[in-house]
């Protein structure tokens, strides 16, 4: 009987250790598992950084080539820097007597005269090349040549020698339709370079005569439907509206976001910066968060709203209501139309047909004006010349719609429009107008108040420019 209880205990003993090995061996296979998987990871992440690093080589090198190509740009001679510290200076000189022509800075200057433009104007010419409704037209002189860069539905920025009537460049720039395009103050300014800023659900500078990207900014969610660049510093900052309810504040130096503007409840379709302040200093203004000088920001949106922000604070300041639909563009009055209140005016243009002009003092509505059968998609002040005279033709604003006219308006009534430019029959509506001096006839112009010294450039639903004067 003892053996077989000794028996007993040795078996039970032997079970134990059979079990605990059995444990231990299960215990190895998932260390082996465990080391298994690490190894796997290990090699994944090995693999992810030869190739991460592969595609940072790439673009090191071509980078670097890049660099060699600027580098051969800037090993100028001495008679060629001098050559091009000329061509600059003749550049700047020429630029600011373009913006001396559209916005006089004396209370004896006076817009140019108006029953002479309706009188006598009539369609020049137009620019062929766009597939699809263009959205934006802006205009500057760069080596002695005047440019128009425009922006359209067809995803397409085209830049056009207004001279010769060609288009000198075509870049398909976007995946989507370029609502803006504007050549960048910034650049021009600071850099004598020729940029221009274009934007879908970002902002990209390109590089006028190579199509290479400069620059880009990145924040907005959803494609952007306004930009502007600051009439102060330089042009270094800029806002943009997006149809992700918000507009942005940017600094074009630093390709940083300074704020993002969010009380709107739904897309914001258009965005405009105070004009350049009298007493403020254009190259030395700072704003922001880094100390502001008073300028504001207005804004128009999807919910029927114009909303004013101030730059300094970045708060809302006011709200005007009014528009029965979507406000589709909004612009501040020049400093100079101080007998209708200057800048503390705001035009706007509806998708509820109407053209409104409010004062931002009081927030009261001034004028409405009806007449429109369709969409206004952009509203205008009539242009500022220099012509030793008051004229009661500072009271004119514009208006461009989907019904194809573009209407003018005397402020002080809110009576049938003056004058009614009938568009293309086959333009199917105007989205865009930008009135542009006409250089060749400045010293015509200085002698002869009577000629035509502005023409008036505007974009179609089917892709044509037209050209009125």
Known sequence: GEKIEQLKENDNKQTKQIQQLNEEITQLKLENEKMK???????????????????????????????????????????????????????????????????????????????MFHSSSNILKTLTGHTSTVWSIDYSIFDNCEFICSGSRDNTIRIWDINSNKQIQLSKVHSSAAQCAKFSLYHRNNLFLHIICSCDKTIRFWDIKDTQQLQILEGHTDSICSIEFSPFSGGRYLCSGSNDKTIRLWDVETSSSLYVFNEHKYAVRCVNISPLQSCADNTSNSIGIIGGNG?????????????????????????????????????????????????????SGSCDKSVRLWDIQSGQQIQTFKGHTNTVTCVEYFPLVSNNEISASSNVVCSASEDNTIRFWDIRSNKKELYVIKGDENDNGIFCLKFIPLKKQKKEIRNNNNNCNVNLYYGSNKGHIRVWG
């Open 37 to 115: 998987i690490e190894k796997e990871l290990n090699e994944k992440k090995i693999s992810t950084i030869h190739n991460g690093n592969l595609i940072l080589r790439q673009q090191l090198d071509t980078l670097l080539t890049e660099f060699e190509k600027w580098k051969k740009k800037m090993e100028l001679k001495p008679d060629e820097i001098i050559k091009l510290q000329d061509n600059n200076n003749e550049d700047r000189k020429e630029y600011d007597d373009d913006n001396k022509l559209l916005q006089s800075k004396s209370s004896k200057h006076s817009i140019f005269n108006f029953d």
């Open 295 to 347: 300028y504001t920001i207005c804004s128009g949106s999807r919910d029927k709203n114009i909303c004013i922000w101030d730059i300094e604070t970045t708060k809302q300041l006011n709200v005007f209501e009014g528009h029965e639909r979507e406000v589709k563009s909004v612009k501040y009055g020049s400093n100079e139309l101080r007998n209708i209140g200057g800048s503390n005016t705001i035009l």
